[in-house]
Nanobody, 123 residues
Framework: QVQLTEFGGGLVQAGGSLRLSCVAS????????MGWFRQAPGKEREFVAA????????YYSDSVKGRFTISRDNAKNTVYLQMNSLKPEDTAVYYC????????????????WGQGTQVTVSS
């Protein structure tokens, strides 16, 4: 069993930056692919970014590519999402997730989810 807790959400102006953290409990964190998803009001949850268990491979949605960076520190059981050049349309609840599937962009590929952290970008 893995428990995930997100930190770092908040209110920021457009063009600003935030770094989200997701801390995992359990000894098997380093074996999981980790992902970030987000859900804006009235919209479905969507894929944002993912990182392989080793950190060697990363994936991004087209909407955040070049602005967001996902990374992980397996020694700290933590995955990060550095968000730069934020836009109002990035406003959403951000969730981290962990899984062992070969695929990384679908919600059903993940077994464990955090409770989410709110990110609000003002214009």
């Amino acid at each position: 069993q893995v428990q995930l807790t997100e930190f770092g959400g908040g209110l920021v102006q457009a063009g600003g930056s935030l770094r989200l953290s997701c801390v995992a409990s359990g000894r098997t964190f380093s074996s999981y692919t980790m992902g970030w998803f987000r859900q804006a009001p009235g919209k479905e949850r969507e894929f944002v970014a993912a990182i392989s268990w080793s950190g060697g491979t990363t994936y991004y949605s087209d909407s955040v590519k070049g602005r967001f960076t996902i990374s992980r520190d397996n020694a700290k059981n933590t995955v990060y999402l550095q968000m730069n050049s934020l836009k109002p349309e990035d406003t959403a609840v951000y969730y981290c997730a962990g899984g062992t599937s070969y695929y990384v962009k679908r919600q059903r590929d993940y077994d464990y989810w955090g409770q989410g952290t709110q990110v609000t970008v003002s214009s």
